[in-house]
């Protein structure tokens, strides 16, 4: 395959598919996951793959491709969740790392969510104009809304919306979806530290971001279950977590 040179810094881009690239990725990542029970392997899958592949996956493409026969792909798909209508303008959320990985000696999947600087901690809700899809829009709300009990159920202080910190809120829903599927997963906020292109705006430490991290999850999740596993479903399990790593310069 032919490596694509990022040349646009958009946000943690760069930074997700340089740590990709890199031949220690493993470790860096697993550095990240440490205390979370979650491993990865360089048998495990991922996607973006690297600068030779960095198209962000959403989570019904990657389950069809990567978990068949874990769990009944059917129930994240139109219309049973998300959406109504799947088109080439209304899609799932993509994120910036979807992977592979072994959560207490199970099979499970890693999310991460990716930050360089302050101003990614988007606290809008969704969109919603002229040209939006009524139906979707109010299905969206609604798998939001069935995530949000669900998850108060088990551990109450949840605060998931489509109408404020949207971003947050359907990381959450989604891993909270597959963990009641019967899937371990993991959410990481992975803040990249000292990000040459936010020279303004970045994260300066590892304590930066962590603080950071925590004031801004701490809108939608409660703090105290972070790094707390929280089980959704008899196999299925859901631990969020954050933790910072070094933002690495273009070579």
Not at 46 to 53: A, C, E, N, Q, T
Not at 187 to 195: E, I, K, R, S, T
Request: aromatic residues 8%; proline residues 5%.
């Amino acid at each position: 395959m032919v490596r694509v040179i990022v040349t646009n810094h958009n946000g943690s881009r760069r930074d997700v598919l340089l740590l990709l690239d890199s031949v220690s990725y493993v470790e860096a990542l697993n550095s990240a996951l440490a205390g979370t029970g979650t491993v990865i392997s360089a048998s495990d899958v991922h996607r973006p793959i690297g600068s030779v592949d960095v198209r962000e996956y959403e989570l019904p493409e990657f389950s069809r491709e990567y978990l068949d026969g874990r769990f009944d792909n059917r129930q994240i798909t139109e219309p049973v969740w998300w959406i109504v209508k799947h088109n080439a303008r209304v899609r799932t959320p993509n994120f910036d790392l979807i992977g592979t990985c072994t959560i207490r000696k199970m099979p499970g999947v890693l999310l991460v969510e990716a930050k360089a600087h302050h101003e990614e901690l988007e606290t809008c809700g969704k969109s919603f104009n002229s040209s939006s899809n009524v139906e979707n829009h109010q299905k969206i709300g609604e798998s939001i809304e069935l995530a949000n009990h669900a998850l108060n159920a088990i551990a109450p202080g949840f605060n998931l919306s489509r109408d404020a910190f949207y971003q947050v809120s359907n990381r959450m829903a989604w891993g909270w979806r597959l963990a009641s599927l019967g899937v371990p997963v993991t959410v990481l906020y992975l803040g990249f530290v000292q990000d040459p292109y936010w020279p303004k705006d970045r994260f300066e430490s590892d304590e930066d971001w962590m603080q950071a991290a925590r004031s801004y999850l701490g809108n939608v999740v409660p703090v105290n279950v972070l790094n707390r596993r929280l089980q959704c479903s008899e196999r299925g399990s859901l631990l969020i977590s954050a933790a910072a790593l070094p933002a690495t310069p273009p070579q």
